[in-house]
């Protein structure tokens, strides 16, 4: 059996720019008939979109809204993603200002885990900004493929004016009205109807949603957005007796300040990271203080990665041996640790030799 491929770019035209609010647009994607296979994706995953910018790399990922195929259809004719400008975002600023209808950019096949194939049962999500957007495919799938699913929405947005898919989700909304529960905050801005405007943190939550829905009967969470939102989201859910296992997280944003990295390890002498991707294996030395990742892609470039930052989980790699020290980790699930994942971006040899499989 071929050893499955990941982390394959292709480029893809763009047919769409679409502005979404003064500061993000959609940009949607043709994928050739030959690809479709290819970029079939599950509810809620993302892509991984490059550039070069005076010779430098640069990567970034953006979820995929609107509904998923379904099994069976051939895959996607299109992929649409949204992109939100951030001050003095390489990628991002020529994203918002430069592309246009007919340019063509490299696209990674999709990736992540922040899914949530349909099936029947009540599930909630709180995301914030721009996290609405796999959230977005997650339910419009679920609603769209299972009947007697149901899906309540719980968004923070700053104003009404930099709330993102604000049409797609009133549609869904009218579309499925005795399905879809959606509830609007507003950070700085009041509004007539709905909760009082401010900010959705722990204490917050933890009066709110007992009010909205039955939390202990969803059968499951999504958290989507800053990492304060995400992480205060969390804890109100676990202080209200919600399971870990059924809450599932994807962070947009890092804050520095509240997720410091640990500092990178000294690897010992002579250490080794060997690597099985795509079907070949290798062995290479590890420099000191640099990651796995860093030591593969010196001899792989091929190796699967995206933000770096140990945040979308597209470098994940099972830890065949060895032991490593990971800085951060804001995508594996506690699950996926203890079956032996680690993100290849964020680790660090503590032993003299280690090994990772890329295509489990």
Same mark, same amino acid.
């Given at each position: 059996?071929?050893?499955?491929?990941?982390?394959?770019?292709?480029?893809?035209?763009?047919?769409?720019?679409?502005?979404?609010?003064?500061?993000?647009?959609?940009?949607? +994607?043709?994928?050739?008939?030959?690809?479709?296979?290819?970029?079939?994706?599950?509810?809620?995953?993302?892509?991984?979109?490059?550039?070069?910018?005076?010779?430098?790399?640069?990567?970034?990922?953006?979820?995929?809204?609107?509904?998923?195929?379904?099994?069976?259809?051939?895959?996607?004719?299109?992929?649409?993603?949204?992109?939100?400008?951030?001050?003095?975002?390489? +990628?991002?600023?020529?994203?918002?200002?430069?592309?246009?209808?007919?340019?063509?950019?490299?696209?990674?096949?999709?990736?992540?885990?922040?899914?949530?194939?349909?099936?029947?049962?009540?599930?909630?999500?709180?995301?914030?900004?721009?996290?609405?957007?796999?959230?977005?495919?997650?339910?419009?799938?679920?609603?769209?493929?299972?009947?007697?699913?149901?899906?309540?929405?719980?968004?923070?947005?700053?104003?009404?004016?930099?709330?993102? +898919?604000?049409?797609?989700?009133?549609?869904?909304?009218?579309?499925?009205?005795?399905?879809?529960?959606?509830?609007?905050?507003?950070?700085?801005?009041?509004?007539?109807?709905?909760?009082?405007?401010?900010?959705? /943190?722990?204490?917050?939550?933890?009066?709110?949603?007992?009010?909205?829905?039955?939390? /202990?009967?969803?059968?499951? *969470?999504?958290?989507?957005?800053?990492?304060?939102?995400?992480?205060?989201?969390?804890?109100?859910?676990?202080?209200?007796?919600?399971?870990?296992?059924?809450?599932?997280?994807?962070?947009?944003?890092?804050? /520095?300040?509240?997720?410091?990295?640990?500092?990178?390890?000294?690897?010992?002498?002579?250490?080794?990271?060997?690597?099985?991707?795509?079907?070949?294996?290798?062995? *290479?030395?590890?420099?000191?203080?640099?990651?796995?990742?860093?030591?593969?892609?010196?001899?792989?470039?091929?190796?699967?990665?995206?933000?770096?930052?140990?945040?979308?989980?597209?470098?994940?790699?099972?830890?065949?041996?060895?032991?490593?020290?990971?800085?951060?980790?804001?995508?594996?699930?506690?699950?996926?640790?203890?079956?032996?994942?680690?993100?290849?971006?964020?680790?660090?040899?503590?032993?003299?030799?280690?090994?990772?499989?890329?295509?489990?």
């Amino acid at each position: 059996m071929a050893a499955a491929r990941h982390g394959v770019f292709h480029p893809l035209r763009i047919s769409a720019v679409d502005p979404l609010t003064d500061d993000a647009v959609a940009l949607t +994607f043709e994928v050739p008939e030959e690809l479709r296979e290819e970029f079939r994706h599950a509810p809620g995953q993302h892509l991984a979109l490059r550039r070069r910018v005076e010779g430098t790399e640069v990567r970034r990922t953006y979820s995929v809204c609107g509904q998923a195929p379904a099994p069976g259809d051939g895959g996607p004719r299109t992929l649409r993603v949204g992109v939100r400008l951030v001050d003095g975002g390489a +990628f991002s600023t020529y994203a918002f200002k430069e592309l246009a209808v007919g340019d063509t950019l490299d696209v990674m096949t999709p990736a992540g885990r922040f899914v949530l194939e349909p099936r029947p049962g009540h599930f909630a999500a709180i995301v914030g900004g721009s996290g609405i957007t796999p959230v977005l495919c997650i339910a419009a799938t679920l609603l769209a493929r299972e009947p007697s699913a149901r899906f309540t929405l719980l968004r923070s947005d700053r104003t009404t004016a930099s709330t993102m +898919f604000l049409e797609e989700v009133a549609d869904l909304k009218d579309r499925y009205p005795g399905r879809l529960q959606v509830v609007q905050t507003l950070s700085r801005e009041e509004q007539q109807a709905g909760p009082a405007s401010g900010r959705l /943190d722990e204490e917050r939550l933890t009066a709110l949603l007992p009010a909205l829905l039955p939390v /202990d009967a969803v059968d499951g *969470w999504f958290l989507c957005g800053p990492h304060g939102l995400v992480m205060g989201a969390e804890r109100a859910l676990r202080g209200l007796g919600v399971a870990r296992g059924r809450i599932h997280e994807e962070i947009f944003h890092v804050e /520095d300040a509240a997720a410091p990295r640990t500092s990178a390890p000294a690897s010992p002498a002579h250490s080794t990271v060997s690597a099985t991707l795509h079907g070949r294996g290798g062995t *290479w030395p590890v420099q000191d203080g640099e990651s796995l990742l860093e030591a593969v892609l010196r001899n792989r470039p091929d190796a699967p990665y995206a933000c770096k930052g140990g945040v979308c989980g597209t470098c994940r790699a099972f830890l065949v041996s060895g032991e490593v020290q990971m800085d951060r980790n804001f995508a594996l699930e506690e699950e996926e640790l203890e079956s032996g994942y680690v993100l290849a971006c964020q680790s660090h040899p503590t032993t003299e030799q280690v090994e990772l499989d890329f295509d489990r």
